[in-house]
């Protein structure tokens, strides 16, 4: 079983920071994209960053310079830095990733974390 684990969410004041992370446990052979996505309720959920296995990463444009994502190939981990915080970044924040459940699967599959959640006070 695969499972992923977000930490890192919290109530911050507009302008402000939080890190956000993600770590993939369980049984499998590799990860490819790892991404983050956010989720208001009543709203679809919006892909905010990816990031592939070689560091190639894609923003939505609503985050581009003020969001990050890193990850860490060796610890199955992914990081959201996000800086210069929005009320309208509030949500729930979902890790995403793309695994290789063994060397012989033919394709990936979709793992989700729980989700943790982001509250920006104006």
């Known amino acids: 079983q695969v499972q992923l684990m977000e930490s890192g969410g919290g109530l911050v004041q507009a302008g402000g920071s939080l890190r956000l992370f993600c770590s993939v446990s369980g049984s499998f052979a590799s990860i490819d994209d790892m991404g983050w996505y956010r989720q208001v309720p009543g709203k679809p959920r919006d892909l905010i960053a990816t990031i592939t296995r070689h560091g190639e990463t894609n923003y939505a444009d609503s985050v581009k310079g003020r969001f990050t994502i890193t990850r860490v190939n060796a610890d199955d981990t992914t990081e959201l830095q996000m800086d210069n915080l929005k009320p309208e970044d509030t949500a729930v924040y979902l890790c995403?990733?793309?695994?290789?459940?063994?060397?012989?699967?033919?394709?990936?599959?979709?793992?989700w974390g729980q989700g943790t959640q982001v509250t920006v006070s104006s």
């Open positions: 995403h990733a793309e695994v290789w459940r063994s060397r012989h699967s033919t394709s990936t599959r979709n793992y």
